[in-house]
């Protein structure tokens, strides 16, 4: 067995205004000034990578080790991750990953939590996105033209709502199977992926659904005259599902999403194309409040310099 060793850092520095005044004639607070000692974000970080093969190069396992020094906090905050790799044969090899995960509080959640929600100021890192993450992997090749790809995971974690000013506790977990498809002339891709989401709250001990439990798409492409005319389509859908708020629920209906596209080759770097989005007509909203799209029809050229 033999070992590499990665080394980095990071280093960011944010100033931003945090200064409230009120505008006389309107009455409305905005920012206007920078509050010394309270304007600024700085985060230090520095990670360690170990990388080990061993049993002839099938085996590569990795542990990663990052320490972040979070100014505003005062505070230390250490994640990692621990990931191998194993080759059963030339064709298929086994993979997986478990890894913590610590996103702190953006510009936006500062200055809300120190105009606004003074109360948080003495435990500011409660804003934090915090998250654990477990994945499990089999990939194989039958043959090398077709490679196929199933994926289990888990993610459980928890994050502070400044808005509603509580916090948000939720998992995440289920598997994706996709495949590839490599010939001459033909191309195709396709996934299928079911996602178990939950989600519950302090005041919310019924948990609560976020996202559709099944997904899936498929991409096609077929060329011809030596190349030169492309024809593709590409299909996406999801089951209905129940987006649960507090006070009501939204029902969304299943949707399934068919673009087309052909393109012809003039010479060079020069392409025409014609491109159809949302071909069937499904005007169904694809989350809360979003916009009811139809057809969209575009006709370009692709110039390349």
């Excluded at 990665?6 to 944010?14: A, E, L, M, R």
């Excluded at 916090?167 to 289920?174: M, Y």
């Excluded at 590839?180 to 002339?185: D, E, F, G, I, T």
């Amino acid at each position: 067995p033999y070992t590499k060793l990665q080394i980095g850092g990071t280093f960011q520095y944010d100033t931003y205004l945090n200064g409230y005044a009120q505008n006389e004639a309107t009455g409305v607070a905005y920012l206007n000034k920078v509050v010394p000692g309270k304007s600024r974000m700085v985060n230090y970080g520095i990670h360690f990578s170990p990388i080990v093969y061993a049993f002839g190069g099938k085996l590569k396992s990795s542990a990663t080790l990052r320490t972040d020094y979070l100014q505003r906090y005062n505070k230390v905050h250490v994640s990692y991750q621990l990931g191998a790799l194993y080759k059963l044969s030339k064709r298929s090899l086994l993979r997986s990953i478990f890894s913590t995960g610590y996103q702190p509080a953006s510009l936006m959640q500062y200055q809300y939590a120190e105009n606004i929600a003074a109360e948080f100021q003495a435990d500011l890192h409660t804003l934090a996105y915090e998250s654990y993450n477990y994945e499990i992997g089999f990939r194989t090749k039958p043959v090398n033209e077709l490679s196929v790809d199933l994926t289990l995971f888990d993610n459980e974690g928890r994050r502070y709502s400044v808005v509603e000013q509580e916090a948000l506790d939720f998992t995440r977990r289920g598997f994706t199977l996709s495949t590839a498809l490599s010939l001459s002339k033909f191309k195709a891709r396709g996934f299928l992926s079911y996602l178990y989401t939950n989600a519950w709250s302090d005041q919310v001990s019924e948990a609560f659904k976020l996202h559709p439990d099944m997904t899936g798409g498929i991409s096609s492409s077929y060329s011809m005259f030596l190349n030169k005319l492309v024809v593709g389509a590409n299909a996406y859908f999801y089951d209905q599902y129940v987006f649960q708020e507090l006070d009501r629920n939204i029902a969304l209906p299943g949707k399934t999403l068919l673009d087309c596209r052909i393109s012809y080759n003039i010479f060079g770097e020069y392409t025409i194309y014609a491109t159809g989005k949302n071909i069937l007509y499904d005007t169904g909203r694809e989350f809360p409040y979003a916009d009811q799209v139809g057809r969209t029809f575009l006709i370009g050229v692709d110039l390349v310099f």
